[in-house]
């Protein structure tokens, strides 16, 4: 691998500097490219290529703004940013221009998990190393990525279900009266909408009462959300809960319940379990609208550097690490709305 390819070289150049400078703390960082002189750019910075599923939700603004926080000119790092508006095939010419650029890290947020397996083995051949954050990729071939973090949604799914007997329950509701329930899906194919989706059907197949009426994509948009909302509401007069793929469709359907005349919420109609737990959500819970948030961490930014600097320094990585999460209901939210970062 090129980070292999390049230690011997870096090393030695390191040794050569300090030995000529005659000091023992050389702050520069270390460059990727034994070809470097050390007076071009590449040899005073680690060059990143992040190709970011787009701008579709607060989350995702989240997850940018960490990034870019984290990897700053003054912290030794040239990055670049490609926002591939929710479209994959924006996200393969990304990486094909990164390749080409000769940056020293992708990072690649999928936006959907099948079709990685020609661009990403051109990435391997160039020598570079490809950090998958957020969703993942479909592949048999785990030797085209270096590492991957992020969030369990299988998990996120089964944790909807816990999230949604206690709602229940907290409700009065007995076992025995049908639930109807609609989800609002995320993305189709993307890890964050397979593993929500499955996680939640798995689990909610031990409640015999739960009655899934339908399921249709928002895109995790507040937009589509609220358009897939009304057009439920339009079709399923007898809706008692909505499973949202994320906070931002959420933010749509509660929209589209409270023009259609009906309320949710803690004490409304229609309950909402809602996915990523952003700041607008706590605050969407503290007035009333949404009953359960299942979190999902948009933090990777130091969680990449992390990655980066331990194969800078030639040392092995975790091929897959999850992100802890918890669940948040709205009974809480007013007292813990100030300590969240996001
Ligand atoms: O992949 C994470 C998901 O993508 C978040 O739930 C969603 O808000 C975002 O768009």
């Known amino acids: ?79 670049e940013m490609v926002d591939a508006q929710q479209k994959t095939d924006k996200q393969i010419t990304a990486i094909r221009d990164f390749i080409q650029k000769d940056v020293d890290y992708i990072v690649l947020a999928p936006n959907t998990e099948a079709g990685w397996d020609t661009v990403l083995g051109e990435a391997k051949a160039a020598g570079i190393p490809v950090i998958i954050v957020d969703r993942m990729i479909q592949t048999n071939d785990n030797s085209l990525f270096t590492a991957w973090v992020g969030s369990n949604f299988k998990q996120e799914g089964y944790d909807a279900v816990t999230a949604l007997e206690n709602v229940l329950k907290s409700k009065g509701i007995p076992d ?63 809706i008692d809960v909505v499973i949202s793929e994320n906070d931002n469709m959420s933010f749509g359907a509660v929209k589209a319940i409270k023009a259609a005349g009906k309320t949710c919420g803690p004490k409304g109609d229609i309950t909402i379990v809602s996915f990523d737990a952003v700041h607008a959500a706590f605050e969407a819970m503290i007035a009333g609208d949404i009953d359960v948030d299942v979190e999902c961490n948009p933090l990777h930014g130091p969680r990449v550097e992390k990655l980066i600097k331990a194969l800078e ?30």
């Open 176 to 238: 025995t009266q049908e639930i109807n329930i609609v989800t609002l899906q995320g993305t189709m194919g993307s890890s964050a909408q397979i593993g929500r989706t499955d996680g939640f059907a798995e689990k909610m197949a031990a409640h015999k009462n739960w009655k899934m009426l339908d399921k249709q994509s928002g895109d995790f948009t507040q937009e589509k959300g609220q358009e897939v909302m009304e057009s439920f509401l339009k079709s399923y007069p007898d």
């Open 313 to 342: 320094a030639g040392e092995s990585v975790d091929k897959i690490a999850y992100v802890d999460e918890d669940v948040f209901y709205a009974k809480d939210a007013a007292s813990i709305i100030g300590k969240r970062a996001y």
């Open 1 to 79: 691998m090129r980070i292999f390819k390049k230690t011997a070289a870096v090393i030695l150049a390191i040794m050569m500097f300090m030995s000529l400078a005659g000091c023992g703390n050389n702050k520069a960082p270390v460059s990727n490219d034994s070809s470097d002189t050390g007076t071009d750019e590449k040899s005073k910075s680690i060059y990143v290529g992040f190709v970011q599923v787009g701008a579709e939700s607060d989350w995702r603004m989240a997850n940018t703004k960490s990034m870019q926080e984290t990897f700053t000119e003054a912290k030794g790092y040239k990055f």
